[in-house]
């Protein structure tokens, strides 16, 4: 084949590809042919990598080889991580994707100077400041996920100017390569700095933010990946890039109004900054205990029981405990649906997959909005380590951080029951009144040891 | 300004729309799947990194291509690797095994 033909054939493939992409993610809308979508986007990235291996261009393939069998080695094992890993996993996998783009745009600077055109320069730039910044922030993130670093907001006085300084020094750099392509010795200073941006932009997030964080930091790297379309002049990243970004876009802006918050507040506004509002200095206020007995018995009473699983459910390790409640109230004849607010854990979906994961069918699996028109008619909401997706201050007091924040209103339900260790605030420092109306009561102890005693409870009573 | 900057706009900017109406269709329930699944498509930046290796023209292209590729690689296999996972657990009561 000549050299032209052959080139024809690898852009027919990456074309090929490219439907398959489209496909592959409307196939996602629906759990029914959502695995076809995993097939179809495996038979993209086959043809397209087995394409381009045919390209003429290519004079050695040791170092690809190589590369290959290395990726598939950190790959496999990431792909293999426990539930519970999934946000970090996902976290780096950003880290990774960016990566890989700003290395390549690297590699192409280096390729092109000191001959850079300046537009050349505009696209390079860009992408390898966002890739940077996409690569430690996801680190970061990350790290806060697994816990490496500490999951509260990391603040001092003066951030935001220190972060903002450090960006805009970046985008000078860019600017002054822009106009002196030839200046090769700034690109790595522009990289740096733009990597010291990433940690900064992400080290003052707090945990509970992380859906939104993690979402924006897709977003990026999927835009980067685009971006570095732009600069190969490659269609199919152009076009992989986008959708990859477009997603990321959407869900942050899903996450971001679930919390009822802006982008600008989500990244600059460290949320662990505000509680030292309302309520904290408040008089002592009574709440209801029970034991694991008495709200044994309610529950097997009930015909209707919402469950609310939040990150304390994830903590715990609770998901299959769970699954067992729900069994055995089902057994009994009780309606039992999952209300899943949309930020709940620290990833979009993030409660999905663990329930799902411990076999609780996903079409008991209610958002909110139609769990809150059914939560008036529910006998009991069983609230498992969520705290601030209940709270009814975000619907009454103008006050408090959350004010404005959708919640699941379980306190609309007859009996509210609320899992938690102690009366300690929860991650954000926020007071919930949940926890004091006449109607709750408080089961204090682990997640996953009192869903256990729960089931004992009701195993033994017929 | 480069001659196919503007195409590359185009495809852009269409494929832009295709995914903001394909992904806002996508069921909460797996916003997870959903985003483990674009990142191991968005890891076709591995064809990129393919090129920039085996061009081999210096030895720095080379290993930061090398590189790339094993970091995309990774991606893309244990992107479509955990999604497929994470997809076969969902289930209806009904598919499920008593």
Not at chain 1, 208 to 228: C, E, H, K, Q, R
Not at chain 1, 269 to 279: D, E, H, L, P
Not at chain 1, 333 to 355: E, K, Q, S, W, Y
């Amino acid at each position: 084949m000549s050299a032209i033909a052959t080139q024809q054939a690898i852009d027919f493939a990456y074309i090929i590809a490219v439907i398959l992409f489209v496909l592959a993610l409307k196939w996602l809308s629906s759990p029914v042919s959502a695995r076809r979508g995993v097939l179809a986007g495996e038979i993209a990235a086959a043809l397209a990598v087995g394409a381009t291996l045919c390209n003429p261009e290519l004079v050695q393939y040791k170092w690809i080889i190589i590369a290959l069998i290395i990726g598939a080695g950190i790959g496999i094992p990431l792909g293999m991580v426990h539930m519970t890993a999934v946000p970090q996993r996902t976290a780096l996998s950003h880290a990774f994707g960016a990566l890989s783009a700003t290395l390549i745009g690297i590699a192409e600077y280096y390729v092109r100077a000191p001959r850079v055109s300046k537009f050349g320069m505009v696209e390079i730039g860009l992408e390898v400041i966002i890739g940077s910044l996409t690569l430690t922030g996801s680190i970061i993130a990350a790290g806060k996920l697994q816990e490496l670093l500490p999951q509260r907001p990391i603040t001092y006085k003066g951030q935001n100017f220190v972060s903002l300084s450090v960006l805009a020094t970046a985008i000078v750099i860019w600017a002054v390569l822009i106009i002196h392509p030839e200046y090769t010795g700034l690109f790595p200073a522009m990289t740096v700095v733009s990597l010291i941006f990433g940690i900064l932009l992400v080290t003052p997030i707090g945990g509970a933010d992380m859906p939104t964080v993690i979402s924006l930091l897709n977003s990026y790297a999927g835009f980067t990946a685009a971006l570095l379309g732009f600069v190969l002049s490659s269609k199919v990243l152009v076009v992989a890039g986008a959708l990859d970004g477009s997603s990321g876009f959407i869900l942050s802006v899903i996450m971001c109004k679930a919390m009822n918050r802006s982008f600008t507040n989500v990244m600059f506004g460290a949320f662990g900054q505000v509680q030292t509002s309302s309520a904290a200095t408040g008089e002592e206020r009574t709440v209801r205990s029970a034991s694991a007995e008495e709200a044994a018995s309610i529950l097997a009473a009930a015909n209707r029981v919402a469950i609310v699983p939040g990150y304390g459910m994830a903590v715990a390790q609770a998901q299959h405990k769970v699954r067992e409640l729900y069994d055995i109230l089902t057994k009994k004849g009780v309606d039992v649906r999952f209300g899943i607010h949309p930020v709940a854990g620290r990833m979009p979906g993030h409660m999905n997959v663990l329930l799902a994961e411990a076999d609780v069918p996903y079409d008991r699996l209610v958002e909110m909005d139609d769990m809150n028109s059914d939560l008036p008619q529910t006998d009991v909401a069983l609230i498992i380590g969520a705290n601030d997706v209940t709270n009814p201050a975000a619907r009454t007091d103008s006050g408090s951080p959350i004010y404005g924040m959708p919640i699941l209103d379980v306190d609309k339900a007859r009996t509210v029951m609320v899992i938690k260790r102690s009366m300690n605030p929860g991650f954000a420092g926020i007071d919930n009144p949940l926890y004091y109306l006449d109607r709750t009561l408080m089961l204090f102890g682990d997640a996953k040891s009192f869903v256990g005693e729960l089931v004992r409870e009701l195993g033994g009573s017929h | 300004m480069p001659s196919d900057f503007i195409p590359n706009l185009y495809v852009f900017i269409l494929a832009g729309f295709v995914g903001f109406e394909v992904i806002k269709r996508v069921s909460p329930l797996l916003h997870t799947p959903l985003m483990s699944l674009t990142n191991a498509l968005d890891a076709i930046v591995v064809v990129a990194a393919i090129i920039i290796a085996g061009r081999h023209e210096t030895a720095l292209s080379t290993a930061l291509g090398a590189i790339a590729v094993a970091a995309s690689f990774s991606n893309m296999v244990g992107g479509f690797l955990i999604t497929d996972r994470m997809l076969r657990m969902f289930k209806t009561a009904k598919s499920q095994k008593p």
